[in-house]
């Protein structure tokens, strides 16, 4: 069992696809209520982290508890459980309308009242997305799109929203736009974050937390204002000497 009450907690996680070892001796916590960054340079293994937690990659060694229990190593448990992974590259399903793709996130749910509820919670949030409830999401902007991977899964009523590279391929307005909505996700519903994102500076500007890995392994942990300050980080992820 784990020592602390973390919300997630990982001790030792060890990866291999094949015989590539992609993590080695990973440990984090994300307490209840917090933001998390993952930094680090292409390759450093921030997205087969994500996967792992999400159950869609198996690992070898170590452990991952969720709420003080061990965490399911089936996808769909995992998600019933309380963890919902936005993907890198946000894999929308294209032939299906907005309104459809929100529905998919909440497959887990049976509640249709609820889901209505929820719904127009996610059209709060973002009100675009309402305007194209009927439109097909492959139809969409790439803003659009990545509104709608959030929205869907927001749609399962997350514990930990886990947010892989969000930024990916969007225009610096929609950016900014995209980490303001994840700062008042966290601040205005209490929602608990896991983020994944190479933009370094605007990860650790907002986190609360946050850890570089490195090849595979966990190399400097700390505040996201420590971090940012810290020559290391500054000079190897942050182009700044």
């Not at 999400?54 to 060694?61: E, F, I, P, T, W």
């Not at 514990?159 to 990916?168: T, V």
């Not at 933009?199 to 937390?209: K, P, T, V």
Request: net charge neutral; charged share 20%; hydrophobic share 40%.
């Amino acid at each position: 069992m784990p020592a602390t009450s973390a919300l997630l907690e990982i001790h030792d996680l060890s990866v291999y696809y094949g015989g590539i070892r992609a993590l080695h001796g990973v440990s984090l916590r994300v307490e209840r209520g917090e933001i998390v960054a993952v930094i680090g340079a292409n390759g450093a293994g921030k997205s087969t982290l994500m996967k792992t937690i999400a159950a869609v990659k198996s690992y070898q060694n170590g452990t991952i508890f969720f709420e003080g229990q061990p965490l399911p190593k089936d996808t769909h448990k995992v998600v019933t459980s309380g963890i919902t992974l936005v993907p890198e590259g946000r894999r929308i399903f294209a032939p299906l309308s907005v309104r459809e793709n929100l529905l998919v996130g909440a497959y887990t749910r049976s509640n249709r009242q609820d889901l209505e509820k929820n719904m127009e919670e996610v059209f709060q949030l973002f009100p675009r997305l309402k305007e194209r409830i009927h439109q097909r999401g492959g139809t969409l902007s790439g803003g659009e799109q990545q509104m709608l991977a959030v929205g869907r899964a927001l749609m399962s009523q997350p514990k930990l929203l886990m947010l892989d590279e969000p930024s990916l391929g969007l225009a610096p307005i929609v950016i900014d736009a995209m980490f303001e909505t994840i700062v008042r996700l966290n601040r205005d519903l209490g929602l608990t974050i896991l983020l994944v994102e190479q933009n370094a500076s605007l990860a650790l500007e907002l986190c609360h937390r946050a850890y570089v890995l490195k090849t595979g392994e966990i190399v400097m942990e700390g505040t996201g204002k420590d971090l940012l300050e810290d020559p290391r980080v500054r000079a190897s992820y942050l182009g700044i000497k």
